[in-house]
């Protein structure tokens, strides 16, 4: 491990870490040294084992309930993640997200809202909430999605207008908070082998079949460029986007 990557001393919340690709970046920042925070909204058993496993090897975590649904839920449970974190944060994980696709027209009202509530107003209620906790020089990482780029399936028009709105709350944040020398930036994963999406069946073939590298992505893959963005290796770096896709979009 280099100097850089070291993450001892420092504390993280992760939103939405209780599986999938947010419990892989937890997972990653505690076996790095960072004190890690995670939020859920529904899987509390899946947050816990998440838990036990960090600290079974010898990290720091906590698990705590938030509805990003839900604008005070949001808030008030992030704030409680700083405050069982030791009332400084240092790096923040935008991670929760959900996926609700369907064609114009057929999408029900409900599934559109909860695209936005979760994707978007979960994502802006949870920083506002805990910016003014955050450290000088911290670290924020979105986690966006290559449909942020561009759309290549029909039926994702609201999933996708979500995502393109990761993007530019990225892009603003990190004009509003380079004065604090903290970087804002959003990584775009691709296919990405999760419990949702799993690297088989017809569709994952299909899918795999348009990637260069000719499979999906792993939680860990990611997880390793989240820890990258959220090191002083990254100082420079912010207002940016970075696909992790195997070149889907090349």
């Known amino acids: 491990m280099t100097h850089g990557m070291d993450f001892h001393g420092k504390t993280a919340l992760v939103t939405g870490g209780s599986r999938g690709i947010g419990a892989a970046i937890a997972r990653t920042l505690a076996a ?3 004190s890690v925070a995670i939020t859920y909204s529904s899987s509390r058993g899946s947050a816990e084992a998440v838990v036990r496993d960090i600290e079974t090897a010898g990290g720091t975590a906590f698990a705590i309930e938030a509805d990003l649904a839900d604008a005070r839920s949001a808030a008030s449970g992030a704030k ?4 069982t974190l030791g009332a400084r944060l240092h790096i923040l994980v935008n991670n929760a997200g959900v996926a609700l696709h369907g064609p114009l027209g057929t999408l029900s009202d409900d599934e559109f809202e909860r695209n ?3 994707n978007v107003r979960g994502l802006w209620h949870t920083t506002s909430a805990i910016v003014d906790l955050l450290a ?10 290559f449909f942020s780029e561009r759309v290549p399936f029909p039926g ?13 709350m990225t892009r603003g944040w990190a004009r509003d908070l380079a004065p604090r020398g903290i970087t804002v930036n959003s990584v775009e994963p691709g296919p990405i082998a999760t419990e949702t999406n799993p690297e088989e069946g017809p569709r994952a073939d299909r899918i795999k079949a348009m990637v260069p590298l000719g499979r999906f992505g792993k939680p860990e893959e990611v997880a390793d460029l989240v820890a990258f963005l959220a090191s002083p290796a990254a100082s420079y770096i912010t207002g940016s986007q970075i696909l992790i896709d195997g070149g889907l979009l090349a």
Do not use: F
């Not at 409680?80 to 405050?83: F, G, I, T, W």
């Not at 994702?156 to 530019?168: D, E, I, L, N, Q």
């Open 136 to 145: 000088d020089e911290g670290r924020i990482v979105n986690i966006g999605s």
């Open 32 to 34: 790095r040294g960072a």
């Open 80 to 83: 409680s993640a700083v405050e």
């Open 156 to 168: 994702s028009s609201a999933y996708g207008m979500s995502k393109h709105a990761v993007t530019g």
């Open 116 to 118: 936005l509530d979760v």
